[in-house]
């Protein structure tokens, strides 16, 4: 079953814009929400995380937001560079259960310059 | 510090044949995992490894076998390889269970 969602396969936004990447989960136990970059022919690097008791975190260009009542999280990048362009996974543990974490099949980030 | 390793990068084999693919890392992890990628798949777990001495079947254990030789190393198995098996393979590795995990480079498999 799939716990972690992203529902849209691509996204292609102009070099200095915002890129908002969206993510969506089933499990009420998630607790810990991850978002990890992915160049092509590389394994997946770890980009930003935020746990559940704060609703954002900050990180240089990357703010992640989470909504737990629509048990939704999303990426912010602002600006959008042309460095950008990979695709991103979202994840999701229940860190307080030490459970294992579930993927998102992943959003096609193109920034055009 | 290598992080995570994984060998080999790349890998072609006729359907039946065997191959172990093999993961390290240097970090001092407990936990250890092997996923897939397909296109539009995502990332899959096949199996992985919450500490030293101990496997769990994850998504798509079918036709996979591991063994966590030690806390650094962790390998996966395809006795008898087929075609629907073709796909990049990675290894990643986290404190524990729930902790953000770091994966390896990937290993590149064609089974025709």
């Known amino acids: 079953d799939q716990q972690v969602k992203q529902n849209s396969p691509s996204l292609s936004v102009q070099e200095g814009r915002i890129s908002i990447l969206n993510c969506d989960y089933t499990n009420s136990m998630f607790d810990y929400f991850l978002w990890y970059k992915k160049y092509p022919a590389e394994g997946p690097t770890f980009l930003i995380s935020i746990s559940s008791i704060k609703d954002k975190n900050e990180d240089g260009r990357f703010t992640v937001f989470l909504n737990k009542s629509a048990k939704h999280l999303s990426l912010h990048i602002v600006p959008s560079q042309p460095g950008d362009s990979a695709v991103y996974f979202c994840a999701a543990s229940a860190l307080h259960n030490n459970n294992d974490m579930r993927f998102g099949a992943g959003t096609r980030l193109t920034v055009k310059p | 510090n290598a992080g995570v390793t994984q060998t080999p990068k790349f890998q072609v084999l006729k359907t039946g044949q065997s191959m172990t693919l093999q993961c390290a890392q240097d970090?001092?992890?407990?936990?250890m995992y092997w996923y897939r990628q397909d296109p539009g798949m995502g990332l899959r777990l096949i199996y992985y490894s919450a500490s030293e001495g101990t496997t769990d079947k994850g998504e798509v254990p079918n036709g996979y076998n591991v063994s966590r030789l030690n806390k650094r190393e962790f390998s996966l198995r395809l006795e008898s390889a087929a075609p629907s098996q073709t796909s990049v393979y990675f290894c990643a590795s986290s404190e524990i269970l729930a902790d953000t995990q770091y994966f390896g480079p990937g290993t590149r498999l064609t089974v025709l």
């Open positions: 970090m001092n992890h407990n936990s």
